[in-house]
């Protein structure tokens, strides 16, 4: 075997010093979830600075003939023992701040490791550590050192995207304390006994501090809280202020503007309260604060308990197909979706059967490659590997009774990937289930343009057709959709007159009124999905005016499964979210067979096609991703208008609100003149589209922008990386002027319109290339079969909105429901049916 230091030299001119903007891997294999702790450490190329497990190191070897790797490998400290508690394990504190890993917020354990380093030359496995390197010559001892140094003090990737903790009391100071004008009208406030001045109230009592009126605050979800006698106040006198009596204490207390909707902070509070009388440093705590009080009315609501099934002793589970994923801070909303949709055989098939193929055939950096993370995540979750129980730090020895946590796998690279250049994803806040199921079956449609595509199990058709009420002639639709949203019938309650009794009794200041959740029957809101809905503003094109019409909605085809959301997040009157808190009682099986669309009906006559057409697009949800299709000349997204018809009073109405009036036409013409309604809902959902308040331009029709030849070809570059086609990164610059951070937001709030137009044309180009076969027919290629389905997973959301809160999942396996919880996974003794919001169906066989 040759000497070491001449092995060194020889590969000296591959041995690379990280330089700032280089992407260190020292934390996380590139093709597996191996890590510095895992058997056998980490390998980092000392080249390109990818990082690789034991398994794969000789494979990259091979491949690229690097030689030279920085081996590291972590050890976990053990813990000292906690005298105070018998077990060893010090009694867990209840969370008093919506937060992950800090004072007072949920517990992350911190881990303490010893680490061990050394260059490792393959293929024979030479080590050389720091103590080596001194008998070396000057030029190879200089080298690996100062690039072993760089591995070691780089920010590794993963560092730098992963959130050690986040905060959901984070405040800003309010515009308003600095100047706050507050009345000489010599009220003094007591340091006890408050009562809310308008019903006598004794609980959850602001103060003012303009004129130091005490007033009850805000009705919560479930109905408890106060009786919104305090915003009523602000709404009267426009006073913005407030401060819970019952939460100061001398390091502060709950502030709330309520011209900012906001908790903030108010650094001139001592000042404001003394005003009052009120010392603040003589005050002590003895009410919750806005958070502790969230987090008790869920504790109440008994959904956390219930959801995470804590009220009983879940035996935990190992082995494959039963991994956990890591918390990333905020990140157990994809954790759940994936966990779901790798229960689904065509993403098994698509993804983990084939991991190998799609390993040898990953570019240069698998990083940065969706289909090679997404093989990664899905192996990491069905093999086993990563599924063991998590070491006990206070025992050594290993002999303790397993906690449920396991090792898991952190998907940390996947979350990097398929979030880059998401205005929501790719940030560390928590986000909508829903809309990131959808996000990622967008990236699986981009990515899947040849070969078999894993989200054809959930794609559907649904046939919409409008009947005129004064002609009586039709018109079909057909659109592309992954899910079917079922709204909550409130009004359907079957337990009515408990919700009436327990708001009067909180209505009353009945503090110990029970919290009744509504008990909604499924069928109620099946019924509500497939009543004919009236629309009175249809343009209609047989008798040339507006009139009324109906528009049915059935399944033109039935996915293998089928994705049913329940709408519990609505806007109230104030557009504020909130979450309805209902039970719903869900079936085990489904039987949609009766509503199946039927097409035209025979003698029924068709709406003539003039102008205008079907003004149909898709909103915020991942509807048309395909386009509408009809006839085989055209199955583009829209048809061609150049001088749309539009209501100038519904236009006009939308101005008088303050909207841009380019805005307001576009929101009028995408909903088809359908009323102030539907085209409010489409300014909400787009006021951040980059081109919200850009003309309105008719498809087919030039926009004046920017001509190709023009476009940055580092701009188009860039964004083809992403995953799009290059026609879609022209079409996104040439919106927004070439300007590329602007392009990349647009791109993404244009999802639906560009995939409609790329995937038609690259599944034709596609098909035609591959052995001279046949184009498929024009339209969506979508499966269908029996409408028949059974339950076989469903995610849970806890907390009063998509923004907070918590997701876990429920999938069964082999007859037995199982609960994942991030890292923790059990076999489910109750699982909650019934407070579900995402519900997984799969196709049952005749």
């Known amino acids: 075997m040759a000497d070491v230091g001449e092995v060194l030299m020889s590969v000296l001119s591959t041995i690379r010093v990280p330089k700032p903007g280089d992407r260190v891997h020292k934390d996380e294999c590139a093709l597996s979830f191996s890590s510095p702790e895992s058997e056998g450490g980490l390998y980092v190329c000392m080249n390109s600075f990818l990082g690789f497990g034991r398994q794969y190191v000789e494979r990259h070897h091979a491949r690229t003939g690097q030689r030279a790797y920085f081996h590291i490998t972590r050890t976990r400290k053990a813990k000292e023992d906690d005298s105070n508690s018998g077990s060893g394990h010090p009694p867990k504190k209840k969370p008093t701040r919506l937060a992950i890993g800090i004072e007072g917020g949920f517990d992350v354990e911190q881990e303490l490791y010893e680490e061990d380093y050394k260059v490792v030359i393959l293929p024979d496995r030479q080590e050389v550590t720091s103590d080596d390197l001194a008998t070396m010559p000057d030029v190879v001892r200089e080298r690996v050192s100062l690039s072993m140094a760089g591995i070691m003090s780089a920010d590794s990737v993963s560092h730098a995207l992963q959130v050690q903790q986040w905060d959901g009391e984070l405040r800003q100071e309010s515009r308003h304390a600095p100047e706050l004008k507050q009345l000489d009208n010599g009220v003094k406030i007591p340091p006890s006994g408050w009562r809310c001045e308008v019903c006598d109230l004794q609980e959850n009592i602001w103060m003012n501090l303009t004129d130091g009126k005490m007033m009850c605050g805000r009705r919560y979800f479930d109905g408890s809280g106060g009786n919104n006698h305090a915003l009523l106040h602000f709404q009267q006198t426009g006073f913005p202020i407030a401060v819970k009596l019952g939460t100061i204490t001398p390091d502060g207390g709950d502030v709330y503007s309520y011209d900012e909707d906001d908790m903030v902070l108010d650094s001139k509070l001592p000042e404001h309260l003394a005003h009052f009388g009120i010392n603040m440093m003589t005050m002590e705590k003895t009410e919750r604060t806005m958070t502790e009080l969230e987090i008790a009315v869920n504790q109440r609501v008994g959904e956390w308990e219930v959801i995470q099934e804590s009220g009983t002793t879940l035996r935990p589970l190992f082995g494959p197909g039963v991994t956990g994923m890591k918390n990333l801070g905020n990140s157990c909303y994809l954790n759940s979706v994936m966990q779901v949709l790798f229960t689904v055989p065509d993403f098994q098939q698509k993804y983990v059967s084939n991991i190998d193929k799609i390993i040898d055939e990953a570019p240069s950096d698998p990083t940065q490659d969706f289909k090679t993370q997404v093989a990664k995540l899905g192996y990491g979750l069905l093999s086993g590997d990563y599924s063991k129980p998590a070491p006990d730090p206070a025992d050594d020895t290993g002999a303790s009774e397993p906690r449920g946590d396991q090792i898991g796998i952190a998907p940390r690279m996947f979350k990097a990937l398929v979030g880059r250049g998401h205005p929501e994803f790719s940030t560390n806040r928590q986000q909508d289930a829903q809309e990131f199921l959808l996000h990622f079956i967008n990236m699986v449609e981009r990515n899947c343009r040849t070969g078999s595509n894993p989200s054809e199990a959930f794609r559907f058709l649904v046939e919409e057709r409008i009947v005129c009420q004064q002609s009586q002639k039709a018109k079909y639709t057909q659109r592309v959709d992954y899910m079917v949203q079922l709204p909550v019938q409130m009004d359907q309650a079957t337990n009515t007159e408990e919700l009436q009794e327990a708001e009067r009794r909180r209505e009353e200041g009945d503090s110990s009124a029970p919290t009744v959740r509504a008990q909604i029957p499924f069928t109620a809101c099946m019924a509500a999905l497939n009543e004919p809905e009236v629309l009175t503003d249809f343009w209609s094109s047989a008798v040339q005016s507006k009139t009324t019409a109906t528009k049915t909605t059935r399944f033109a085809s039935f996915p293998d499964h089928l994705v049913?959301?329940?709408?519990?997040?609505?806007?109230?009157?104030?557009?504020?979210?909130?979450?309805?808190?209902?039970?719903?009682?869900?079936?085990?099986?489904?039987?949609?067979?009766?509503?199946?669309?039927?097409?035209?009906?025979?003698?029924?006559?068709?709406?003539?096609?003039?102008?205008?057409?079907?003004?149909?697009?898709?909103?915020?949800?991942?509807?048309?991703?395909?386009?509408?299709?009809?006839?085989?000349?055209?199955?583009?997204?829209?048809?061609?208008?150049?001088?749309?018809?539009?209501?100038?009073?519904?236009?006009?109405?939308?101005?008088?609100?303050?909207?841009?009036?380019?805005?307001?036409?576009?929101?009028?013409?995408?909903?088809?003149?359908?009323?102030?309604?539907?085209?409010?809902?489409?300014?909400?959902?787009?006021?951040?589209?980059?081109?919200?308040?850009?003309?309105?331009?008719?498809?087919?029709?030039?926009?004046?922008?920017?001509?190709?030849?023009?476009?940055?070809?580092?701009?188009?570059?860039?964004?083809?990386?992403?995953?799009?086609?290059?026609?879609?990164?022209?079409?996104?610059?040439?919106?927004?002027?070439?300007?590329?951070?602007?392009?990349?937001?647009?791109?993404?709030?244009?999802?639906?319109?560009?995939?409609?137009?790329?995937?038609?044309?690259?599944?034709?180009?596609?098909?035609?290339?591959?052995?001279?076969?046949?184009?498929?027919?024009?339209?969506?290629?979508?499966?269908?079969?029996?409408?028949?389905?059974?339950?076989?997973?469903?995610?849970?959301?806890?907390?009063?909105?998509?923004?907070?809160?918590?997701?876990?999942?429920?999938?069964?396996?082999?007859?037995?429901?199982?609960?994942?919880?991030?890292?923790?996974?059990?076999?489910?003794?109750?699982?909650?049916?019934?407070?579900?919001?995402?519900?997984?169906?799969?196709?049952?066989?005749?």
């Open 564 to 846: 049913i959301q329940i709408k519990k997040f609505t806007f109230g009157l104030d557009w504020v979210p909130k979450k309805l808190d209902v039970s719903i009682d869900v079936p085990d099986t489904l039987d949609l067979s009766a509503l199946r669309a039927t097409g035209q009906q025979p003698g029924e006559e068709l709406l003539p096609e003039v102008a205008p057409p079907p003004l149909m697009t898709p909103d915020v949800e991942v509807k048309g991703i395909l386009g509408f299709h009809g006839n085989e000349e055209d199955d583009s997204l829209y048809s061609p208008l150049l001088s749309p018809v539009l209501d100038d009073s519904t236009v006009s109405q939308l101005c008088e609100m303050g909207f841009p009036l380019e805005a307001c036409r576009k929101a009028v013409y995408y909903t088809g003149n359908t009323g102030i309604d539907a085209a409010m809902n489409w300014i909400m959902g787009h006021m951040d589209d980059a081109d919200f308040a850009s003309p309105l331009v008719m498809p087919g029709c030039s926009s004046g922008t920017t001509p190709t030849e023009s476009l940055s070809e580092e701009h188009l570059a860039t964004i083809v990386s992403m995953g799009f086609s290059r026609e879609q990164a022209t079409k996104a610059l040439r919106a927004t002027s070439n300007v590329l951070d602007r392009a990349v937001d647009w791109i993404f709030s244009h999802l639906d319109d560009l995939e409609s137009m790329d995937v038609s044309e690259g599944g034709r180009s596609a098909a035609e290339s591959e052995g001279g076969r046949e184009p498929p027919p024009p339209g969506p290629r979508v499966k269908d079969g029996p409408g028949k389905y059974e339950l076989f997973a469903f995610i849970s959301h806890m907390g009063t909105s998509t923004m907070c809160g918590h997701y876990v999942c429920h999938i069964k396996k082999d007859h037995q429901w199982v609960i994942f919880n991030d890292q923790k996974v059990c076999a489910s003794e109750k699982p909650p049916k019934d407070l579900g919001y995402l519900y997984f169906y799969r196709r049952v066989s005749e």
